[in-house]
């Protein structure tokens, strides 16, 4: 994390430069602090990006979950234990209207 990092060295000097480690300290906490509300506004689970095998578009998953619908199409997404974005079902390629007209 290079808030903390940055604290320490604004920590180390307070005591060889006193106005610039005092100001890096605080603004170092800032950062910290900043950083630490965040992740607790967001949820403390972590989301990564899965592809969408069926239209590619991207969607923000939660990184303990195995399944999707996917964001822009809706259709079911399944994550394979590489965290390999696969179809739940098979792709039905027929058209829409040729399905209607056949009926
Ligand atoms: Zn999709």
Known sequence: MYGGGAFLVGLVLIFIIPPIGIFLAILSALAV????????????????????????????????????????????VLIDQNGE???AQALDLTPQHNKKAGE
């Open 85 to 87: 974005a696969v179809m």
């Open 33 to 76: 602090l900043a950083a630490i509300v965040g992740v607790s506004i967001l949820g403390k689970e972590k989301t990564r990006q899965i592809f969408c095998p069926y239209c590619s578009s991207k969607n923000d998953v939660y990184v303990s979950r195995t399944n999707l619908d996917c964001d822009i199409c809706r259709r079911p």
